[in-house]
């Protein structure tokens, strides 16, 4: 156990990605969609972790660091999408008031336990890009920003199923059905959805910063 204990978190979500993974592949089916789903997310944090490699110090790193840099925020809102896919829930009545169902609440468990982990993933960005927005006095309105976009990012995801690499492949759709799709109830859940982020930004905060949205 102290060995768990003194693992980076890094570590931890790797450790977690691969056994979430491998207790889907092995033991559950209703939920293999999470697979994809937690590898996005997965990816949006490891490349949460290079962005200080490739932060602009010279106009010859211009190039490299603007390729991270939209990589990463295009993939971004991935970790915080999993969040949402607790909706798969539905399927199943969950007639608690008659009976404990067994099936039922596996499945309970595998989507929550998906979901849980999505959450540590959120946290672990999170530290990252706070290292990199601190470093400019507008920071809290860095990371604000940062969060209303992935909030865009999640509901253009939901709603129309578009994924990030339609970005590059469909990107003038992808803005014209946006901008199309926006209703007051469209508005209203990508609000929810920051106040989620917000919540657990709150709830997760880094240890010894400044940050107002600490």
Known sequence: ?????????????????????????????SFSFMIFNLFLAFVALELSYLLPLFLFKSKFQAPVSIIVYTAFILMSPNIFYVVTDLIHLRIFPFKFWAEVEPKEWWHFYILTSGVIIAIFFYHLMIEQV??????????????????????????????????????????????KQFIDSLTGEAIMFILWITLLQLLVIWLFPKARSKSILL
Do not use: A, Q
């Open 1 to 29: 156990m102290s060995y768990m204990n003194n693992l980076s978190g890094r570590n931890k979500s790797r450790i977690l990605f691969i056994l979430y993974c491998s207790v889907l592949i092995y033991f559950d089916n």
């Open 130 to 175: 706070r290292n990199i927005v601190n470093r400019s006095k507008w920071g809290t309105l860095l990371l604000f920003v940062f969060v209303v976009l992935g909030s865009i990012g999640i509901y253009i995801g939901r709603f129309l199923r578009f994924h990030s690499v339609h970005v590059f492949t469909e990107p003038f759709s992808i803005v």
